[in-house]
């Protein structure tokens, strides 16, 4: 009892230090504010609660720690369908690689769709279009006792017609695995860096995100249920409001080849327009097929009445 109740110990201190060590870097205003955007599947199935989730290798773009927990070398492919006509995916692979350790690499991409350009006197000109793209190199390592650490280096591009910004960031991971109580907690905190360069004459901050959260498998239920709190270090106007970023995330197996999945985020409703009505917004649901080393997951993300966002990935291990 007493080393587990120094473990979890050692779980509470790492959490408050990084968030000592973040807050001075938190800003106000944002940009490249797609870094927030879910990536796989199964992460936005479960509202994004996956900071702690292991062995899956989109999970590195939530929590570098997360590589450590890998098992053997992994692949995954998103395609991922906003409104209007946005669309984004990305490509994530992780392997062992002798004297240095898990590492992982992966890319992502957002495509705006095509814009019409027009003169000072209205006239059509041709059409222009915006992308983002993001290259993420990760590593993760042991720390012992159940612990894992794990750093992402990440380089940022964005792209407006003629114009493009460019940026530079680190992301840094602990993740505690109790594996005699299916107990999982972690911290991380993405996007701290700064620009190359940018859109306008000034540089613009990057959306740094404190995020910490925990998960339990239960027994005698094949069911994952986890917690997490992002965007800590958001300015509020009190200190409740700053854990008002939350989601719960529900895997539940089914059988051995499928996985259903269910989610909610509190930030996603919060952002539907006063006055409008938020009926299912933020919540999500979807399902994981399992085939040998192939997985492949869909989900479905509500915002009412604004429409649905549909994700799929494809996920093999070898």
Same mark, same amino acid.
């Given at each position: 009892?007493?080393?587990?109740?120094?473990?979890?110990?050692?779980?509470?201190?790492?959490?408050?230090?990084?968030?000592?060590?973040?807050?001075?870097?938190? +800003?106000?205003?944002?940009?490249? *504010?797609?870094?927030?955007?879910?990536?796989?599947?199964?992460?936005?199935?479960? @509202? &994004?609660?996956?900071?702690?989730?292991?062995?899956?290798?989109?999970?590195?773009?939530?929590?570098?720690?997360?590589? #450590?927990?890998?098992?053997?070398? +992994?692949?995954?492919?998103?395609?991922?369908?906003?409104?209007?006509?946005? #669309?984004?995916?990305?490509?994530?692979?992780?392997?062992?690689?002798?004297?240095?350790?898990?590492? @992982?690499?992966?890319?992502?991409?957002?495509?705006?769709?095509?814009?019409?350009?027009?003169?000072?006197?209205?006239?059509?000109? &041709?059409?222009? !279009?915006?992308?983002?793209?993001?290259?993420?190199? !990760?590593?993760?390592?042991?720390?012992?006792?159940?612990?894992?650490?794990?750093?992402?280096?990440?380089?940022?591009?964005?792209?407006?017609?003629?114009?493009?910004?460019?940026?530079?960031?680190?992301?840094?991971?602990?993740? /505690?695995? *109790?594996?005699?109580?299916?107990?999982?907690?972690?911290?991380?905190?993405?996007?701290?860096?700064?620009?190359?360069?940018?859109?306008?004459?000034?540089?613009?901050?990057?959306?740094?995100?404190?995020?910490?959260?925990? $998960?339990? +498998?239960?027994?005698?239920?094949?069911?994952?249920?986890?917690?997490?709190?992002?965007?800590?270090? *958001?300015?509020?106007?009190?200190?409740?409001?700053?854990?008002?970023?939350?989601?719960? &995330?529900?895997?539940?197996?089914?059988?051995?080849?499928?996985?259903?999945?269910?989610? /909610? #985020?509190?930030?996603?409703?919060?952002?539907?327009?006063?006055? $409008?009505?938020?009926?299912?917004? !933020?919540?999500?649901?979807?399902? !994981?097929?399992?085939?040998?080393?192939?997985?492949?997951?869909?989900?479905?993300?509500?915002?009412?009445?604004? &429409? @649905? +966002?549909?994700?799929?990935?494809?996920?093999?291990?070898?």
């Amino acid at each position: 009892m007493t080393s587990t109740f120094g473990r979890l110990a050692s779980v509470v201190l790492g959490m408050a230090t990084f968030l000592v060590v973040a807050t001075a870097s938190a +800003q106000k205003p944002y940009i490249y *504010d797609f870094l927030r955007s879910d990536v796989s599947a199964r992460a936005s199935a479960m @509202g &994004g609660s996956f900071i702690t989730v292991t062995n899956d290798v989109s999970a590195i773009y939530y929590n570098p720690a997360t590589l #450590n927990t890998i098992d053997s070398s +992994q692949v995954a492919f998103s395609a991922f369908k906003h409104l209007l006509d946005i #669309n984004s995916g990305s490509l994530m692979f992780a392997t062992e690689i002798s004297g240095i350790g898990r590492t @992982g690499i992966g890319v992502s991409y957002n495509n705006y769709g095509s814009f019409q350009r027009r003169d000072k006197n209205g006239q059509e000109v &041709g059409d222009f !279009g915006s992308s983002d793209i993001v290259a993420i190199v !990760g590593w993760g390592t042991t720390l012992g006792e159940g612990f894992s650490a794990g750093l992402n280096a990440k380089a940022i591009f964005s792209t407006i017609d003629t114009y493009g910004s460019s940026a530079l960031a680190l992301d840094g991971g602990l993740l /505690y695995v *109790d594996t005699a109580s299916r107990f999982q907690a972690a911290a991380s905190i993405q996007n701290l860096g700064g620009q190359l360069s940018s859109f306008g004459q000034g540089s613009e901050p990057l959306p740094v995100d404190l995020r910490l959260g925990v $998960s339990h +498998q239960l027994r005698g239920l094949p069911l994952l249920i986890a917690l997490n709190f992002s965007r800590l270090l *958001d300015e509020q106007d009190n200190f409740i409001d700053r854990f008002a970023a939350f989601s719960v &995330g529900g895997e539940f197996t089914l059988s051995r080849p499928i996985r259903l999945r269910i989610g /909610y #985020n509190n930030r996603i409703r919060q952002d539907v327009p006063i006055g $409008s009505s938020k009926g299912l917004s !933020g919540f999500s649901g979807g399902v !994981g097929i399992v085939i040998k080393d192939y997985r492949v997951d869909y989900s479905f993300n509500s915002l009412d009445r604004l &429409g @649905g +966002q549909h994700r799929v990935t494809l996920n093999a291990a070898f």
